[in-house]
């Protein structure tokens, strides 16, 4: 006991690591506006309106993506590159940076759809806006983690967020409903995580992902029972929060009930996050037990790729109908990550950016669309829009195109680089099973574009109910979004080379 | 006369193990959200105590230190949750989860 003397505690000095703090400031200034935006938010003597809070967020991310984009000009330049900060908790190199750039992205359009979504349900406050940004800064934090404990913590703030985000519209049934299972089976996959991490803890003696990789590089473990426990739960773990087949089932629910513009969040940044764990913890820490993680993820890429397909085929609500549609699509992401190979995570990042913007300007059109509907559009809503509204049935087509995987959008070359990834590294079924499933998701989508395109008005459809459709007003920050995300998916959809280069300056170095 | 009594880590863990896995089929039998949330609590501090005793038997710190993260986030996770919980059982006075299932299809 001798050591908790009072006398050796201030006799030795306590070393605290060095931070860089430029790395930390897109994270700082996010976490700081947010927390900002709520204390002057309550101490102001009114609600002040839905669309400050929606420009002082975009004005947010943007001071945050400005001043990210000094640390990828050092990270790209040859001579000073990648380094890590807070004693190699936390890096900064191309792959985190990308992540951050495309969450933030995703937080400037989703505060867009947001203000427009609370003007129509009547819903005032700041609450939403400081989530989605909390939630954002987890992202980040995930996306440039380096410590088991960090990416714990940055999952936690991401996840947490986005439970009282998906329970946001208190006033519905659904959103309630969708924020409390969220929550438990959230918690249930964190759960998983955390414990996954304790065993990895145990069987490594560190949390740090450079000395585990060391370790497993160095060392041939006896026994390494203990390891793979760990990996699995935190594969489990990780699995859920992007959404896999077996683990999916919270999605269709999830997205159904919560608000619209954070069923994009989910579904763009939160997906993003994931997957930027995955390729951290398992192409960084565990990249020399690829031979004993491939199967699994070959396994889990093609049940997710048939259900996904399949299930989204027979749903008649829409964003439930996305929400499969957005589970095979982390199919098609496993598919590039099962590769293994640097051409596996240039093409995983491709998806994720190419990804983000369709299922953005998706939802904003879901939105508009199911306005009427209490934010619950069915497939017939959908009947007949290219009369009423051809541009945004126009728009509309652009982003199902893509999904599908048409050429001439980004999605063609998305689904083209992760095929291209797995035959390289000779995952041949994989690579056909993600072709038959791609036909199989082409026909839900034509499904719609049938509905929208060549059926008429519904004869039943009462005609006041055709006018009040006919009369949706698109605000001008959903025109944004629909604009930024078809402009996006179109123009990179013919010209992928700029996409391409960025996603191959993004590779993950530890 | 002195017992000489040695707990070792396996104890610990083989502990830590059984509470993961009541916690984890607490919560996929338990229909009642807040016991449901007492299992969600029983996993994370299953994981809590492998940290600890992972930690003790390496001498290292870092099992400890982890231990208090996890105790904040976990704490942080109980006042969302009880907050959706209130507010979702306010509409329906029979505490079940299978009385929530507005979402299907």
Known sequence: MSSFSTETIFASTITTPDIAWVALLPLLILCGASIFLLTVASIAPKDLPSSFYAVYTGLAALASLISAIPLWVRVQDNERGPFSTIAGGFSVDGFSLIITFLILVSVVLVACLASEYLINEGISGPEPFVLI????SGGITMAGASDLIVLFLGIEVLSIAAYVLAAMDMRRV?????????????????GFLLYGMALIYGATGSTSLVAIRDFLESTELTNDALLLAGISMVLIGLGFKVATVPFHFWTPDVYQGSPTPFVA?????????????????????FASYQTDWKPIIYGLAIATLVVGSFMAIVQTDVKRL??????????????????????????????LITYAFMVLGSFAVVSIVGGLNGGQPT?????????????????????????????????????FYVIEAAIEARSYGLAISAMVTAVIAAFLYLKILVKMWMTGE???????????????????QVGFVLLISGGFTLIFGIWPHPIVELARDALPIL | MTFALTIGPG?????????????????????NPLIMFMCIELMLNAANLAFVSFGKDMGDLGGQVSVLFVLVVAAAEVVIGLAIVVAVMRRRPKASVDEVSVLRG
């Open chain 1, 174 to 190: 659904q959103s309630q409903e969708a924020g409390m299972k969220y929550f438990i089976l959230g918690a249930f996959a964190s």
């Open chain 2, 11 to 31: 104890y610990y863990l083989a502990l830590s193990a059984m509470l993961f896995v009541i916690g984890s089929i607490g919560l996929l039998v338990r229909r």
């Open chain 1, 265 to 285: 969040f989910m579904a763009s940044a939160v997906k993003a996050a994931g997957f930027a764990a995955l390729i951290r913890v398992f192409y960084g820490a």
């Open chain 1, 133 to 136: 940004m909390l939630s954002a």
């Open chain 1, 379 to 415: 497939l017939d809503d959908f009947e007949g829009l290219s009369n009423r509204r051809p541009i945004l049935a126009a728009v509309f087509t652009i982003f199902l195109l893509g999904q599908a995987g048409i050429p001439l959008t980004t999605g063609f070359f998305a689904k």
């Open chain 1, 458 to 476: 519904t004869e039943s459809d009462p005609i006041s109910n055709r006018q009040a459709r006919a009369n949706i007003p698109i605000r001008i």
């Open chain 1, 322 to 351: 996305l929400a499969y549609s957005s589970i095979s699509h982390a199919g098609y992401i496993l598919v590039g990550f099962q590769s293994g190979s640097e051409n596996g995570v240039i093409s995983v990042s491709f998806y």
